[in-house]
């Protein structure tokens, strides 16, 4: 049964500055692919929902799509916006997420969704999502995997620690723990989005031990806000771990970018679609350029 996560809408207000700096970003040719097989052109509306700090909002922005960036935490959005304004693009900020949207939204030729879905409501999300896409539009949902290397040794003891701290505890990582890892056409063939198309880019890159700490304080699990008093033990058990693991502090990371594209059934690959120009609606949150 699809039960959703309990809604949250500032569970990353104290990870921002992390999650800016140490969250892995999409390869610009990911985003590439994406573009290409939907034959997006400049002026296409993307609403990028639940977009954080910007990962995918810049590179669409900059492919030379018409942005929404859509975070129901301010200092999110405040991150993007600052982030836009470095790389020279415009993003259109409106602060709500998934629970938010309504059928006046849009309409929009692709929504983006990263590392956000098992946050939302997932089958009303896709049946709302459902209503703002444009015919032929498409959800396209990114993410990341680490897959069992000798090299991703430290992944797995950032995982461990973190469920020593209540990671484990957590609806979202209990699911996953109870279940398996729940992929998304579990709720994709409950919606309308049946034809699915997966791209992705492994990348191999070097990666500090200040890093991961970072990376872990960039998790809602083990935010310092999540953590609370117990965030010094946390970090210093964190770091003997991977000290045992690497006493220089150095480390490999090999990881699958993702981007899993669904469209309705009769959607065809490469068609083209007018950018629409007006947008409406934005009652129940803030829409600024």
């Not at 935490?73 to 900020?93: D, I, N, S």
């Not at 701290?165 to 996953?176: N, S």
């Not at 034809?195 to 500090?208: A, C, H, Y």
Request: hydrophobic fraction near 40%.
């Amino acid at each position: 049964m699809d039960r959703p996560v309990p809604y949250e809408p500032r569970r990353f207000q104290s990870a921002v500055p992390y999650y800016e700096r140490y969250r892995l970003s999409y390869p610009e040719c990911l985003i590439a692919r994406v573009v290409a097989l939907l034959g997006l052109a400049p002026g296409n509306a993307v609403l990028d929902l639940g977009c954080g700090p910007g990962s995918l909002s810049l590179p669409f922005a900059r492919a030379g799509m018409d942005v929404t960036a859509a975070d129901p935490e301010p200092r999110m959005l405040a991150a993007a916006q600052a982030a836009a304004q470095t790389a020279g693009v415009t993003l259109t900020l409106w602060q709500g997420g998934s629970y938010d949207l309504v059928p006046q939204m849009g309409p929009y030729r692709v929504v983006s969704i990263g590392r956000a879905f098992h946050w939302m409501d997932r089958l009303a999300t896709l049946a709302m999502l459902d209503r703002i896409l444009v015919p032929g539009g498409a959800v396209v949902f990114f993410h990341d995997a680490h897959p069992v290397l000798p090299e991703n040794q430290w992944f797995k003891i950032l995982c461990k620690v973190g469920d020593r701290y209540g990671r484990a505890a957590q609806p979202h990582i209990a699911e996953r723990k109870a279940l398996g890892h729940r992929r998304y056409e579990t709720s994709l063939y409950q919606s309308v989005f049946t034809k699915l198309d997966g791209l992705s880019v492994t990348i191999r890159k070097p990666i500090t031990e200040d890093e991961i700490v970072g990376r872990a304080f960039s998790q809602s699990t083990t935010s310092s806000e999540k953590l609370g008093t117990r965030t010094d033990d946390f970090e210093a058990e964190l770091r003997d771990r991977l000290r045992a693991l690497s006493p220089e502090g150095r480390f490999t990371e090999i990881a699958e970018m993702v981007a899993l594209v669904a469209r309705r059934e009769g959607s065809i690959g490469q068609e083209k679609c007018e950018a629409p120009n007006a947008r409406s609606g934005f009652p129940s949150g803030r829409a600024t350029k």
